[in-house]
């Protein structure tokens, strides 16, 4: 699952030449995720160099969206947070009805409810306090520090944000599905869900097929 912010910086630095946009695609291509979320600025610098989406990918907009994706016969549900207005860092109330209405929906008929932010640090913070359990895990992304796990909303939502530059993959992996029906209950760290976080470093074993396609792009790198 990757969020947004992969193909182009999410601040004020400038998008990379059009030139590495094919190359870059096919990259994430090899990845292979199951599920990816652009913004539009992303699906603007795809769309300049003559490219589609990757398969499986959405683009963000104005609107919630939501998926089901079937994993080993389970159904998990996925909410495509959207778009801000450029400077805004609060979520409007009738935002938040919406994607409560949405994450309810998605609960009563799968076994996890993920979210996926563009927001930033700030925004994401703001919106768990504000908006209690919303999700089981939220996936953020958008200006802000990475973050490799941490608990909100009383324990029930697992809250992780990708790192800039790409450095790190987050591996999380679940033992127990979350009891929804259980008022109680919480994520109990490193029992029912881990997190196995992989700063991806110079020791750090290429694909071959994937520094081949680098290569090409990078001849002088290491």
């Known amino acids: ?59 963000a907009s104005v609107h919630v969206q939501f998926s089901t994706v079937d994993v080993n016969n389970t159904s998990i549900g996925i909410i495509y947070l959207p778009m801000l207005p450029a400077g805004q860092t609060s979520v409007p109330r009738f935002l938040m009805k919406s994607i409560a209405a949405k994450a309810q929906s998605l609960r009563s008929r799968t076994k996890l409810v993920i979210g996926i932010s563009p927001w930033g640090f700030m925004t994401e913070k703001h919106y768990l306090d504000a908006a209690g359990p919303v999700f089981d895990i939220l996936f953020g992304a958008g200006p802000g520090p990475g973050l490799a796990g941490r608990l909100e909303a009383g324990g029930k939502t697992f809250w992780v944000r990708s790192y800039s530059k790409g450095r790190a993959v987050h591996v999380l992996r679940l033992n127990t599905w979350p009891r929804h029906d259980d008022a109680d ?33 990078f001849p002088n790198a290491r």
């Open 1 to 59: 699952m990757a969020g947004p912010f992969e193909f182009t910086p999410c601040g004020e630095e400038p998008d990379g030449p059009a030139s590495l946009a094919p190359s870059l695609k096919h990259a994430y291509d090899l990845l292979a995720y199951d599920i990816g979320y652009l913004s539009p600025r992303e699906a603007d610098w795809l769309s300049a160099a003559g490219l589609s989406r990757p398969e499986g990918w959405r683009t």
């Open 185 to 217: 209950w919480k994520w109990t760290p490193k029992k029912d869900i881990v997190l196995d976080f992989r700063p991806l470093r110079d020791n750090t074993l290429p694909d071959s097929e994937m520094a081949r396609t680098l290569r090409k792009l």
